[in-house]
């Protein structure tokens, strides 16, 4: 039996790759973080929006979709190893909106794995499926919905979703229920709900690469002081999160006075978005 190698003569350790990932939303916020940050974890990242994106970077394919149209999403899930699923609407919207991108559009999505045989996807769901949560209650990945929007509807739905074709055709999904991800809380709420954008991430590649996946709903959520949400039953994913709302507190509540008692924004964890809408139509 030949001598083991010694350490520091081994070749440093690569991070593993997928062939060929697809990220949707790649022209959104969070979507051009993921776009760079994901690189080093795909042999060729195929990037889709419908809004204008940077050219194709090396290792790249620009591929514009509209994720409600069934037949251009079957084709841009071809080919696919995996995929990180950001696309769609971000805010809350009249449900009309919402309809097209949120709802059907994870439908397309879900049903071109099916037909093309991706194994793994990574859906950017939103803790605004919890947002009628009172602030300050602690609860896990197992509560009971209860969105605050008629976007939280549609992230609960695309939630189920993944569920059903998981248990029907295998696919595995991680739900990642995204706080506030900016590169700083912009609110005391967030000092709360904050996920830095290296954290963001991090629990991508720890969603793309966990041995055992199946179906996983996790909270995106930095290590802040305060917490809401508990991803104990998210434990197997190995997510370590390395940073923290705290250097920002002082900036933050000097800048924002605390809301009143009674306001909704004040006592729900989905904060502002429990106050929008209804949209009236003419």
Known sequence: MPPSVPKTAREPSRPPALDRLLLTGAAGG????????????????????????APAAQNEEVVPCDLADKAAVDSLVQGCDAIVHMGGVSVEMPF????EANIKGVFHLYEGARRHGVRRVVFASSHHVVGMHRQGEMIGTDCVKRPDTYYGLSKSYGEELSRLYFDRYGIETACVRIGSSFPEPLERRMLVTWLSYRDLIELVRCCLFAPRLGHTIVYGVSANRDKWWDNTLAAH????????????RARVEAAQPPLDDDDPARIHQGGAFVKMGPFESD
Request: glycine letters at 4%; zero cysteines; charged letters at 20%.
């Open 237 to 248: 994913l190995e997510f370590h999160p390395q940073d923290s709302s705290e250097p920002f």
């Open 96 to 99: 009309e909106t919402i309809l």
């Open 30 to 53: 969070l979507g051009r973080v993921l776009r760079l940050g994901l690189k080093p974890f795909a042999h060729t990242m195929r990037v889709s929006d419908i809004a204008s994106m």
